[in-house]
């Protein structure tokens, strides 16, 4: 069973007044109307080096790297507070909190401005070096889940608007393809059998959530996915499919139904295939933003959005995050 941390649903409750939606802050996000998104695996806030090294990277020097003002640029008076960043690749509840209030701390908000959904809370160590020459570094990436940073300060989230995780698919190595066949769902007694990778299945755990923008009552559905490093061969979503399109991905029941609930609609993925289509996620009225790619040569991270997204002078994709994966992004007016 996974342990799903939902931190602050009514976190305003103890913010001042000053720093409320009736500040400056408030007066401009109502003003211009705009929600605010990214989508990074952040691996870990480690790095790794082409030379076999490893790089702690602080979340906020991470934050600076990836959040844009509206002409694309990194680290101007122009960049605004973000409402959701969709990450994947984090230890736990432990790094999310930090890293969501050194988000708040950024902005100059008070710590709990921002809240995480977390797929697993602790989840247990796999693998053993994650090519890191230090080992303390490697450490630092053997646990790994995902997450969703929320600002509460102009979303709100109702607790019964989390999904319940779901599991993405993989071919066993050694299993034979064929349109799905050999597929099956991510996760025990399908998963990695030996000791070193046996937990290896969680950092793929997906989950979503309905947020209600406080200002319009705008309903936003937002979903987190790391699909396995075995999906750029094979697309598996589950047992004998491909997933949507050919692609892999797949989401889950409960999610689905908050999805379709939801005006403004925004999947975030590590999908670990190239050649994702933007069109893909058209049954859900969604399309993808950014085609450049997001780690080395490869486009494998996707963010995929209905609603009204403004032009990007930069394609969505900020070069230069300090992560092995670009940012991507997606300013949308509602």
């Avoid at 305003?12 to 400056?24: F, H, I, N």
């Avoid at 007066?27 to 030379?51: C, F, G, H, Q």
């Amino acid at each position: 069973m996974a342990v799903l941390m939902v931190a602050a649903l009514t976190p305003l409750s103890g913010v001042p007044a000053s720093a409320r939606s009736t500040g400056a802050a408030g007066t401009a996000a109502a003003a211009d109307r705009v929600l605010r998104v990214y989508n990074n695996n952040i691996e870990n806030l480690v790095v790794n080096n082409s030379d076999g090294t490893c790089t702690r990277i602080s979340g906020p020097d991470h934050l600076t790297s990836m959040l844009v003002d509206d002409t694309g640029a990194t680290g101007t008076a122009g960049v605004a507070a973000p409402d959701l960043l969709i990450v994947q690749q984090v230890r736990g509840t432990g790094q999310a909190e930090a890293y969501a209030d050194q988000l708040s701390a950024k902005f100059g908000y008070p710590a709990g401005s921002y809240s995480a959904i977390v797929v697993w809370s602790d989840p247990e160590p796999w693998g053993s070096t994650h090519k890191c020459s230090s080992q303390t570094l490697g450490d630092l990436k053997k646990k790994q889940t995902n997450a969703i940073i929320w600002n509460t300060r102009t979303l709100s989230l109702a607790s019964g608007d989390v999904s319940k995780y779901w599991s993405a698919g993989w071919l066993k190595p050694g299993t034979a393809y064929g349109g799905g066949a050999g597929c099956t769902l991510y996760k025990p007694p399908n998963s990695d059998p030996d000791t070193t990778d046996y937990y290896k299945w969680k950092r793929t755990s997906a989950i979503a959530a309905r947020f209600t923008i406080k200002a319009t009552g705008t309903s936003v559905f937002a979903a987190t996915m790391h699909l396995p490093q075995e999906n750029r061969q094979n697309a598996c979503a589950g047992d004998g499919i491909t997933g949507i399109a050919g692609s892999g991905i797949n989401i889950g029941a409960d999610a689905t139904s908050l999805l379709n609930a939801s005006t403004i609609r925004i999947v975030g993925i590590d999908a670990n295939r190239t050649g994702i289509a933007a069109s893909t996620l058209n049954g859900f009225g969604m399309t993808g933003y950014g085609s450049a790619a997001t780690s080395g040569s490869s486009k494998i991270d996707y963010l995929f959005v209905k609603g009204a997204v403004r032009s990007s002078p930069i394609g969505h994709t900020v070069t230069g995050t300090k992560s092995n994966h670009l940012a991507l992004y997606g300013f949308i007016d509602y």
